[in-house]
């Protein structure tokens, strides 16, 4: 089976589904595409020769190229790992019921247009909330809006800041995201 990766960061999320099928015989991931020619997970890419493609922004949200490398590709699963455009609509279209997505809280609570990073440890901070966690959904045409698949909490201290609740969300997305890809290809 093969895997997409859609990055636009350092691609820590990346590198653990990698890791996770080195050695299956299940899938592997065969390209790598992000929106930012600097962004670490391209670093990831070369290291692990695996194709890596630096998106053209009009090409994305105006023509099928991608849609197409993808289908050329034989994607059998497109995963958004830390990628900050909104997937357009021919995309998901596509792929519908084949594209998943990570989020680093508990939609349908601090998600939408802007709330990634530490913008979303900020604001949940800031609400005062118990818990925190991750969740892993379906993309569709809306920004973190698709089906859920799992979600997984973790508890926040009075004294956790944006760093330490971070950390600890992102021990629970290299924990889980690598099996729910796994559950989805098999
Ligand atoms: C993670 O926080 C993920 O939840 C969010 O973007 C970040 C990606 O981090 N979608 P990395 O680039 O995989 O380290």
């Not at 997409?4 to 390209?31: E, M, P």
């Not at 998600?111 to 925190?132: D, N, Q, R, T």
């Amino acid at each position: 089976k093969n895997i997409a990766i859609f990055a636009s960061g350092t691609g820590s999320n990346a590198q653990k589904i990698i890791d996770h099928f080195r050695s299956s015989g299940l899938a592997r991931v065969s390209v790598i595409l992000s929106n930012k020619a600097d962004a670490g997970v391209l670093t990831i890419a070369e290291r692990e020769q695996i194709p890596a493609v630096v998106i053209d922004k009009e090409q994305f949200f105006r023509g099928d190229t991608y849609v197409k490398l993808l289908q050329e590709l034989g994607t059998d699963l497109v995963v958004l790992a830390g990628f900050l455009w909104k997937v357009p609509a021919n995309l998901v279209q596509a792929f519908s019921g084949r594209i998943i997505n990570i989020h680093p809280a508990l939609l349908p609570k601090f998600g939408g247009k802007g709330m990634y990073g530490h913008f979303v440890h900020e604001a949940v901070l800031a609400a005062g909330e118990k818990e925190s966690g991750i969740t892993i959904h379906y993309v569709n045409e809306k920004y973190d809006d698709g089906g859920v698949i799992l979600q997984e909490r973790c508890a926040i201290l009075p004294e956790d800041t944006p760093d330490t609740l971070a950390r600890k969300v992102q021990v629970l997305e290299h924990q889980w995201f690598p099996l729910i890809v796994e559950r989805l290809l098999k």
